[in-house]
């Protein structure tokens, strides 16, 4: 499996910004989707993920603000990131797993299997 995100940029405070992941291989429908963001300096941070039924979760700084979707026909996963602050300045990983179940261990980034190689968000003041 093989994860490859894109759309990163630079955006003004207060824009918006849409983050794509597409995941190689035939089983993506079974395979939870999750996004991470890192900055420098800084632990690892969950963002959001999305199930294979659309069943979704937000980290804080993400709720209100951003939306996780899937399209199982394509193989991809978007993340809408609305009223972007530049506290969101970051490299944006998304990540996969194949997982049974939903729960609180999906907000951790050592759950999951894949990695893509990240995209970068700049969000200026």
């Known amino acids: 499996v093989q994860l490859q995100a894109s759309g990163g940029g630079l955006v003004q405070t207060g824009g918006s910004l849409r983050v794509s992941c597409a995941v190689s291989g035939r089983t993506f429908s079974t395979y939870v989707v999750g996004w991470f963001r890192q900055t420098p300096g800084k632990e690892r941070e969950f963002v959001a993920a999305?199930?294979?039924?659309?069943?979704?979760d937000y980290g804080d700084s993400a709720k209100g603000r951003f939306r996780i979707s899937r399209d199982n026909a394509k193989n991809t996963v978007t993340l809408q990131m609305n009223s972007l602050k530049p506290e969101d300045t970051a490299v944006y990983y998304c990540?996969?797993?194949?997982?049974?179940?939903?729960?609180?261990?999906?907000?951790?980034?050592?759950?999951?299997?894949?990695w893509g190689q990240g995209t970068l968000v700049t969000v200026s003041s």
């Open positions: 990540a996969a797993v194949q997982y049974a179940g939903w729960g609180q261990a999906l907000t951790r980034g050592s759950t999951y299997t894949y």
């Open positions: 999305i199930a294979r039924n659309g069943i979704s």
